[in-house]
C-alpha cells in the first residue's frame, strides 16, 4: 500500500511539473530587450495588444475576458491597440475615446461587431463619431473629446510603447513588461502559456 502511495505522489509530482516544464522561453514564450520597469505592487500586469480590425483580436476578446474575469487581485489585464500606421491609430484614438466615456467593454464588443459582423469599418472621424452616437453621447462631445490632448497623449504613449516592445503582430500578450506571447497558437493555449509566466512573475511583482 506504502509502494502505490508512494508511486501515485511521484506520478502526480511529474504530471505537475511536465505541465510547466513544457512551456520554454525562447520557444513558447520570449523576453523584451528594453524591459518596462517592474511596478512591485504585488500586482501581475498582463497587457493585451489588439487592433479592432484584426479578426484573431476579435476572435480573442471573449475569451481573455472570460479568463480575466477568474484572476484573482494579483493579477490585472489590461488593453492597448496597436499603433503601426494611419489606420491602426484612428483605432486608437477611438479605443482612447470610449475609455475617456467610460463605456465600459460593451462598446468595445460594440467597436468588433461593427466592423467584423456589420462591415463597418469606422475607418474615418465622421464614421467614429457616427457610431459613438449611438451610445447617447452628443456630436460636438465626440469631437471634442477625440481631438483632446488626453487622447492625444494616450495615442502618443501607445506608438512608443509598440516600438519599445517591438510589436510585431497582433494580439500578443506581454506579462509585467518583461515577457511577450504571441499569437501563434489556439487562444486557450496562448493564456495557458501566459498562466505559467504569470507564476514565474509573481515573486518578483
Not at 502526480?12 to 522561453?25: I, P
Not at 512591485?40 to 493585451?48: A, K, P, R, S, W
Not at 506579462?175 to 506571447?181: H, P
Request: aromatic share 10%; hydrophobic share 40%.
Amino acid at each position: 500500500m506504502k509502494y502505490h502511495k508512494y508511486c501515485l505522489t511521484f506520478l502526480l509530482l511529474f504530471s505537475a511539473l511536465s505541465v510547466h516544464a513544457e512551456y520554454k522561453l525562447g520557444r513558447d514564450y520570449g523576453s523584451i530587450s528594453r524591459p518596462l520597469p517592474v511596478k512591485q505592487d504585488g500586482v501581475v500586469e498582463v497587457l493585451e495588444v489588439f487592433w479592432y480590425g484584426c479578426g484573431h483580436c476579435y476572435n480573442l476578446e471573449p475569451v481573455i475576458e472570460n479568463w480575466s474575469s477568474k484572476q484573482d487581485s494579483s493579477v490585472k489585464l489590461t488593453k492597448m491597440p496597436v499603433t503601426w500606421g494611419p489606420a491602426h491609430q484612428l483605432h486608437a484614438k477611438l479605443f482612447y475615446t470610449v475609455e475617456a466615456f467610460e463605456l465600459g467593454q460593451k462598446a468595445h464588443t460594440a467597436v468588433f461587431t461593427s466592423i467584423h459582423k456589420e462591415s463597418n469599418y469606422l475607418s474615418s472621424d465622421e464614421a467614429i463619431i457616427t457610431f459613438l452616437e449611438t451610445f447617447d453621447l452628443e456630436r460636438d462631445q465626440i469631437k471634442k473629446q477625440m481631438n483632446s490632448f488626453s487622447v492625444k497623449q494616450k495615442v502618443k504613449r501607445a506608438i512608443e510603447l509598440s516600438r519599445q516592445l517591438k510589436v510585431t503582430a497582433v494580439p500578443m500578450l506581454f506579462v509585467d513588461g518583461q515577457y511577450k506571447i504571441e499569437g501563434k497558437r489556439s487562444h486557450s493555449e496562448m493564456l495557458k502559456v501566459a498562466d505559467h509566466v504569470i507564476e514565474l512573475q509573481k515573486p518578483v511583482s
